[in-house]
């Protein structure tokens, strides 16, 4: 399709922007422009739009805002060596947004026309990119369902939408290391659920949670699973990897937790470097006793956000525990944090075709 291109009258001056882009806390500054595309069950999906970012007109019985037809991704985009910029693994996250889309019976939008949409918001604004070390634009492509109507059933008229925002580092403090917290209250999700679908509503399950976690001086949440509440899943936003004494990684397997590219890539690049990666069950009370006893050394949280963030201490109620690795990130986890690293800002050789050039 022919994107109809709108740049914004009143784009942010210059020297505003560069302010902005300095130090740029994690989604709070937002760019010049967005995407839209409306969809219709009649006419499918409509001429794309690039405009300049504003509020979008809504009616008060859309219901996106009733039943929670709502589905997203998150991705960034980097500013390589060369000057270029570059997406990692874009084919990926349009993958993923047309199974969340069938999982919330909402329409499926073409793998092009996703990346392709992705692809002018970062040519417009690319400017917003940050120049500091590890600085990127987190874009979020999202989907709501704009039906005006009141009943239970799929709506009719959708809306697909791009944004951005430049970040810095995903978590602020001194210590390089997060601290987590284990719910043994609440549940993120159940077999059968939405919990493989990446929608607003299971992280709106989750914030009760995390709200629990900052209380107890945590800066994530780690769920465990419904059923028998043994289980270990994924952390509020990112999954998780466990490192063993003898180098190999422990990760749960998908089903009810998110599948991450980040998680993906993360064990194929483990894979490449000669390491035993296993998808299994893995028990809270198995990751205490293995880490006081020394079995598993290290453990991190992956995510597009955070990308790789070590696991210092874990946190439960009535107690905690520590990992060898301390408050920096292990041999293991700092290995594998830098190939991804040096993969996304095109400081080695894509051997995989992972870096999208825009």
Same mark, same amino acid.
């Given at each position: 399709?022919?994107?109809?291109?709108?740049?914004?009258?009143?784009?942010?001056?210059?020297?505003?922007?560069?302010?902005?882009?300095?130090?740029?806390?994690?989604?709070?500054?937002?760019?010049?422009?967005?995407?839209?595309?409306?969809?219709?069950?009649?006419?499918?999906?409509?001429?794309?739009?690039?405009?300049?970012?504003?509020?979008?007109?809504?009616?008060?019985?859309?219901?996106?805002?009733?039943?929670?037809?709502?589905?997203?991704?998150?991705?960034?985009?980097?500013?390589?060596?060369?000057?270029?910029?570059?997406?990692? #693994?874009?084919?990926?996250?349009?993958?993923?947004?047309?199974?969340?889309?069938?999982?919330?019976?909402?329409?499926?939008?073409?793998?092009?026309?996703?990346?392709?949409?992705?692809?002018?918001?970062?040519?417009?604004? #690319?400017?917003?990119?940050?120049?500091?070390?590890?600085?990127?634009?987190?874009?979020?492509?999202?989907?709501?369902?704009?039906?005006?109507?009141?009943?239970?059933?799929?709506?009719?008229?959708?809306?697909?939408?791009?944004?951005?925002?430049?970040?810095?580092?995903?978590?602020?403090?001194?210590?390089?290391?997060?601290?987590?917290?284990?719910?043994?209250?609440?549940?993120?999700?159940?077999?059968?659920?939405?919990?493989?679908?990446?929608?607003?509503?299971?992280?709106?399950?989750?914030?009760?949670?995390?709200?629990?976690?900052?209380?107890?001086?945590?800066?994530?949440?780690?769920?465990?699973?419904?059923?028998?509440?043994?289980?270990?899943?994924?952390?509020?936003?990112?999954?998780?990897?466990?490192? #063993?004494?003898?180098?190999?990684?422990?990760?749960?397997?998908?089903?009810?937790?998110?599948?991450?590219?980040?998680?993906?890539?993360?064990?194929?690049?483990?894979?490449?470097?000669?390491?035993?990666?296993?998808?299994?069950?893995?028990?809270?009370?198995?990751?205490?006793?293995?880490?006081?006893?020394?079995?598993?050394?290290?453990?991190?949280?992956?995510?597009?956000?955070?990308?790789?963030?070590?696991?210092? #201490?874990?946190?439960?109620?009535?107690?905690?525990?520590?990992?060898?690795?301390?408050?920096?990130?292990?041999?293991?986890?700092?290995?594998?944090?830098?190939?991804?690293?040096?993969?996304?800002?095109?400081?080695?050789?894509?051997?995989?075709?992972?870096?999208?050039?825009?």
């Amino acid at each position: 399709m022919q994107f109809d291109v709108k740049p914004s009258t009143n784009p942010v001056p210059e020297a505003e922007r560069t302010a902005l882009i300095a130090q740029p806390s994690f989604g709070s500054v937002f760019t010049d422009h967005m995407v839209m595309i409306r969809h219709t069950a009649e006419g499918g999906w409509q001429t794309p739009l690039l405009t300049a970012r504003a509020p979008i007109p809504m009616d008060p019985a859309s219901s996106v805002l009733h039943y929670a037809q709502e589905i997203f991704e998150g991705m960034k985009a980097y500013r390589i060596a060369d000057g270029s910029t570059v997406l990692f #693994r874009p084919e990926a996250n349009a993958a993923r947004f047309r199974q969340s889309a069938a999982r919330m019976a909402m329409p499926d939008l073409p793998p092009e026309l996703f990346v392709r949409g992705v692809e002018e918001l970062v040519r417009q604004d #690319r400017a917003w990119i940050p120049t500091m070390p590890g600085g990127s634009l987190y874009l979020r492509p999202f989907m709501i369902a704009t039906e005006a109507f009141l009943g239970v059933r799929p709506a009719r008229e959708h809306l697909f939408m791009v944004i951005a925002s430049p970040v810095g580092a995903y978590f602020s403090g001194k210590t390089e290391a997060v601290t987590l917290w284990v719910s043994q209250t609440y549940t993120r999700a159940a077999r059968g659920g939405t919990g493989a679908a990446k929608c607003g509503g299971n992280y709106a399950a989750g914030l009760l949670a995390q709200a629990e976690a900052t209380r107890n001086e945590c800066q994530q949440v780690v769920f465990l699973d419904a059923a028998e509440g043994r289980w270990i899943e994924e952390l509020g936003g990112m999954n998780v990897f466990f490192v #063993r004494r003898d180098g190999s990684l422990i990760t749960p397997p998908l089903g009810t937790i998110l599948p991450g590219i980040t998680r993906d890539s993360i064990m194929t690049l483990a894979r490449d470097m000669g390491m035993s990666v296993t998808e299994q069950p893995y028990a809270f009370e198995q990751w205490r006793a293995d880490a006081e006893g020394g079995e598993v050394v290290e453990a991190f949280a992956c995510g597009t956000a955070a990308t790789v963030a070590p696991i210092g #201490r874990v946190k439960f109620e009535g107690g905690s525990f520590e990992m060898q690795s301390g408050a920096t990130a292990g041999l293991v986890t700092e290995t594998l944090r830098r190939a991804l690293f040096d993969i996304q800002f095109g400081r080695v050789a894509d051997q995989r075709g992972w870096v999208h050039r825009v």
